[in-house]
């Protein structure tokens, strides 16, 4: 018996305020379940531990206007004044092949990403207020005061888009985001596909 009937990947769209626990979450739940997590390119540096093709390709602002000129995202975007965006190809040969894959990235190109492939599964990631979100940015120590600053002024604007979502986690306790986002990937893998014949006939091929 197969143990799914899935015939193509799924493609699951994480943003969220920066600083909200994406990427934790994302890691935690790709420790259960099958599936890939999509390398963005990104003008910004490296932080301290990043390391060119695993969390990000790190790539001059000239070869990302190339990319788009050869049309090789599936969106992309400016964050904080740095580009980032979602390699086409590498995301739609996986689906195909029937691999579920998992973008963390801003609302901007969440909303281009539910244009361009409707069927993908939009989940917005809240902190449990404000106040949380900012105590966690400045805990990170990852970026410069003025890069701070930024990134809170912008948690608002991204809240405000959270409709436009299909489902949301708040982060407050990490292990309870963790299980909601894994009870909506297993939900989604459980949906009845469009086509149902390859599911029949199996039934059917016993019964010969
Ligand atoms: P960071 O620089 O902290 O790694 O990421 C900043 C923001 O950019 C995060 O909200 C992250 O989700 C978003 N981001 C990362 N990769 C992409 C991408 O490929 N496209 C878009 N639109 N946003 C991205």
Do not use: W
């Amino acid at each position: 018996m197969a143990k799914s009937f899935k015939q193509k990947g799924k493609l699951f769209v994480i943003s969220g305020p920066s600083g909200v626990g994406k990427g934790t979450i994302l890691s935690r739940v790709l420790q259960e379940v099958e599936g890939d997590f999509s390398i963005s390119m990104t003008t910004r540096s490296p932080r301290p531990g990043e390391t060119h093709g695993k969390e990000y390709y790190f790539v001059t602002e000239e070869e990302f206007l190339l990319n788009i000129e050869r049309d090789n995202f599936l969106e992309h975007a400016v964050v904080f004044e740095h580009m980032y965006g979602t390699p086409k190809d590498e995301v739609l040969r996986r689906l195909d092949r029937g691999r579920d894959v998992y973008l963390d990235i801003d609302v901007q190109g969440g909303l281009q990403v539910k244009a361009a492939y409707p069927e993908a599964v939009m989940i917005f990631i809240l902190p449990p207020s404000l106040k949380v979100l900012r105590e966690r940015i400045i805990g990170r120590n990852a970026d410069a005061a003025d890069v701070i600053d930024k990134r809170l002024a912008g948690a608002l604007n991204e809240i405000k888009l959270v409709g436009e979502y299909e489902y949301y986690i708040i982060n407050d306790d990490l292990d309870v985001a963790v299980a909601d986002a894994l009870a909506i990937v297993r939900a989604e893998n459980c949906e009845v596909p469009e086509r149902v014949s390859p599911i029949i006939r199996q039934y059917e091929n016993e019964t010969n």
